[in-house]
């Protein structure tokens, strides 16, 4: 080994003991520490959490239609059967089945309140397909040909209860602003 240290290590050294000079250790671990803390957050901020409390929803008077027809406004871009004609409601999935951990999300306008609303389209699974009540919308999405914008998909495959798909629900998840 050289006695001399080279360049790099020296100029290493150099800075380190400048660092060193400057901030003090408590001061130094605690910026790290919020770096870290800031940065493992940032990734969770858009998920929505189960156990909390669920956006404002409108209330009945502003929640114009029938959620067994396919022409109720929080439908504008299902593709499917309506879980509320097969045991379940528009946000709850029917005994037996469990949303799907990934979903189809869209925007649909509430004619009874002017908000724009981000709709959530889980489909429940772990039943046979219901058969009652099939609505395809579509509105604004686009062809198979285009996979991230399509909604002709089954989300199942990969839930706790297996792939089979049941119906679709529809759950406001958010105020479009
Ligand atoms: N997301 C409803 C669905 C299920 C199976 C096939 C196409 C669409």
Redesign the pocket.
């Given at each position: 080994m050289p006695d001399t240290p080279s360049p790099i290590d020296a100029l290493v050294e150099r800075m380190a003991r400048d660092m060193a000079r400057r901030v003090s250790r408590r001061g130094f671990i605690g910026r790290v520490g919020a770096l870290l803390f800031s940065t493992a957050g940032l990734p969770l901020l858009p998920v929505a959490r189960g156990g909390q409390p669920g956006p404002a929803q409108p209330d009945a008077a502003t929640d114009p239609g029938d959620p067994q027809t396919c022409e109720y406004w929080r439908h504008c871009a299902t593709?499917?059967f309506l879980c509320s004609c097969c045991g379940g409601s528009v946000h709850s999935c029917p005994p037996g089945t469990e949303f799907s951990a990934v979903t189809?999300v869209g925007t649909c306008h509430n004619p009874g309140d002017g908000h724009d609303y981000i709709i959530s389209?889980n489909?429940c699974c772990g039943e046979s397909e219901c058969g009652r009540c099939l609505c395809s919308r579509h509105e604004d999405d686009k062809p198979l040909y285009v996979p991230f914008k399509a909604?002709?998909?089954?989300?199942c495959p990969g839930s706790k209860v297996g792939g089979a798909?049941h119906c679709?629900v529809a759950r406001i998840v958010g105020v479009a602003k």
């Open positions: 593709d499917g189809w389209y489909d909604n002709d998909y089954n989300w798909y679709t």
